[in-house]
């Protein structure tokens, strides 16, 4: 929808205030010949790992493909994978992908995996690792879900899919670090973003790293003793990603500014998928829940502002979940629910003052 007067993604706007930093940073780069595999590549590796508080950060092409090594590099072939039923499809096709059997598993009212159904998702379906999403940039409340994880199997390997979430945080505790390894995106449409595809992978462990070194360079790691592809970052997109890194937190200050403001204006008109207590949100979206969604959809497309439905299907209506769920015995009434009503406003750093002021006031108009 380019003719919005709102659009709903910034990328382009972020690009003009940056542009003279990324053309220098990519410049330098081109300059030395050495276009993969060189120190952007480490520098903005270790970068991002001591901002999540690892040990360890491998860059790799995408995200989706970090998920396939996370799951390739920690838990045996042919795994029961719990998984949230609402969700990117990257989510399980990146379980199916490693060969892997997903689970499903309920969300709750902030599209998070709900930890009141989590029990009984987890009793006799012999799970051998959770993949839970912290979806909109919310993580979910890391303690309870320890609990009750290490309830079941204190081995239990929990993989979070942090691709939303780098900038939040629970307690004081980083996204990136809530689970045994972590992983993130550098999507377009994320809060620190290439201009093509990219993603990470966090660990603490040495041995997982050196696995996923191996897996995203063909085995060249360990000398090819074990299998692997060719799934990396250009050292020109990370040095653009360094020079964005310096401007993060002015853009999730600025994120948050804005999510504070929809959500003291919008409050008693809309339910808001905000986050839980004791989380600090990356505020990857700002989504609002309500019945009568399409219609306020087409109004604000009439008044020039662009908005998204993030996610319209649950992951097991999608034709790669079919057969993996029961519809005789599991309803998820949640994440049904709220994939029929959830509305995505605009929300990025570059969005002024006046724009995010018409977006609550055209929101307040068709509802008043």
């Keep these: 929808m380019s003719g919005s007067k709102i659009p709903f993604f910034g990328v382009n706007r972020q690009y003009k205030t940056l542009r003279e ?16 595999d060189g120190p952007c590549t480490r520098a903005f590796e270790e970068a991002v790992a001591r901002r999540c508080g690892r040990q360890w950060a491998v860059a790799v092409g ?66 051998d690792c959770i993949m839970y999403a912290n979806l909109f940039g919310h993580t979910i409340d890391w303690d309870r879900f320890r609990l009750q994880t290490e309830f079941f199997n204190d081995d239990m390997l929990v993989i979070e899919d942090a691709a939303q ?18 992983v993130l995106s550098f999507d377009p449409t994320k809060n620190l973003n290439n201009y093509g595809s990219g993603g990470m992978v966090l660990t603490d462990s040495y041995s997982v790293y050196e696995d996923l070194l191996d897996l995203r360079d063909n085995g060249k790691k360990m000398g090819h003793q074990a299998h692997g592809t060719n799934s990396k970052m250009s050292e020109a997109d990370c040095a653009a990603m360094l020079v964005k890194l ?34 600090e949100s990356a505020w990857s979206k700002f989504v609002i829940r309500l019945t009568e969604r399409h219609g306020l959809k087409d109004y604000l497309r009439s008044e020039g502002i662009e908005t998204r439905l993030n996610y319209d299907k649950p992951l097991f209506e999608l034709s790669v979940g079919y057969n993996y769920i029961d519809y ?6 949640e994440s049904t629910a709220f994939s029929r009503e959830c509305l995505s406003l605009p929300i990025y750093p570059e969005m002024t003052d006046n724009e995010v002021e ?11």
């Design 21 to 36: 930093e990324i053309i220098d940073a990519m410049d330098e780069v081109y300059q030395t010949g050495q276009v993969l």
């Design 62 to 127: 995408s995200c989706t493909q970090g998920l396939v090594f996370a799951q390739q590099a920690c838990i045996p072939a042919e795994s029961r994978v719990l998984i949230p039923t609402l969700s990117f499809a990257a989510t399980i096709n990146s379980v199916l992908y490693a060969g892997h059997t997903p689970v499903f598993c309920d969300t709750d009212h902030r599209a998070l995996l709900d930890l009141e159904s989590m029990d009984t998702a987890l009793d006799g379906a012999g799970v």
């Design 165 to 182: 979430s780098f900038g939040a945080a629970y307690k004081g505790i980083p996204s990136g670090s809530l689970g045994h390894i972590s």
């Design 246 to 279: 310096d401007h993060f937190d002015s853009w999730q200050a600025r994120r948050t500014d804005i999510a504070d403001y929809y959500t003291e204006q919008l409050d008693g008109y809309v339910d808001i998928a905000g986050p839980g207590p004791d989380v």
């Design 328 to 333: 005789a015995r599991e309803l998820f009434r």
């Design 358 to 368: 018409i977006v609550a006031e055209s929101i307040i108009n068709y509802l008043r």
